[in-house]
């Protein structure tokens, strides 16, 4: 398996831009989480699926936010309207229900200017 | 919901001495403790984990220790070298009950081992 996919590495809008991140998890796994890294914060949970359920989205930080998991094998975190505040790193993880390490992706790097 | 604090946010060491990390998790319930290390602009990876029945576990030069009854754990790096320079998150986990899968994160330890 290649591993847990991001899409886009890098990506850069001008405020107001609806910004759309996606995610595919590991084949097999259960779980999916979205995290959001900055310095400030560190590792942030936002949301988390189980088998294409939202579980807790209590992290997502405002109506802003919102996560779909419409398949096992796709997930997506849209930011509309994207605010410079929002600039961070995103991380995908996934986890299979009879492990307990959770992989990540290399993430991506959003920047709104 | 499960709370970790992670101390010290910053750790500087000289290449072959020690370094500790310590975290604390406010659910009891909880009883898987994983540590991550990050290095610079890449993801984060799993280095060692413990569970909760277990009050120990080293694997080479990392060590991991848990005391339940005070709910912390500590991550120990002994002879530390440049290449252990990193990001290090800690995460407390509850393998069971209704939070089952919710994986929350320390605020990381950026450590510095200088040659």
């Known amino acids: 398996d290649a591993g847990v996919i991001q899409s886009p590495r890098h990506e850069v809008t001008e405020m107001g831009q609806e910004v759309t991140l996606r995610c595919k998890p590991i084949?097999?796994?259960?779980?999916l989480f979205w995290y959001r890294q900055t310095m400030m914060r560190g590792l942030e949970l936002l949301i988390y699926f189980n088998n294409n359920v939202p579980i807790d989205d209590s992290g997502m930080p405002e109506d802003r936010f919102s996560a779909k998991m419409p398949n096992a094998s796709f997930s997506t975190l849209k930011i509309q309207p994207s605010e410079p505040r929002d600039s961070a790193v995103y991380f995908c993880?996934?986890?299979?229900?009879?492990?307990?390490?959770?992989?990540f992706g290399q993430g991506t790097r959003l920047t709104v200017v | 919901g499960e709370n970790v604090e992670q101390h010290p946010s910053t750790l500087s060491v000289q290449e072959g001495d020690s370094a500790v990390i310590k975290c604390t998790y406010s659910d009891s319930a909880s009883n898987y403790f994983p540590w991550y290390k990050q290095e610079l602009g890449k993801r984060p990876q799993l280095i060692i984990d413990?569970?909760?029945?277990?009050g120990e576990k080293k694997d080479q030069r990392i060590a991991v220790t848990l005391n339940k009854t005070a709910k912390h754990f500590s991550l120990h790096i002994t002879e530390t070298q440049p290449e252990d320079s990193a990001v290090y998150f800690c995460?407390?986990?509850?393998?069971?009950?209704?939070?089952?899968?919710?994986?929350?994160f320390g605020q990381g330890t950026i450590l510095t081992v200088h040659p």
């Open positions: 995460a407390a986990f509850n393998a069971g009950g209704t939070s089952y899968g919710k994986l929350t």
């Open positions: 993880a996934s986890r299979d229900r009879e492990l307990t390490e959770a992989f």
């Open positions: 084949s097999g796994h259960d779980y």
């Open positions: 413990i569970r909760s029945n277990v």
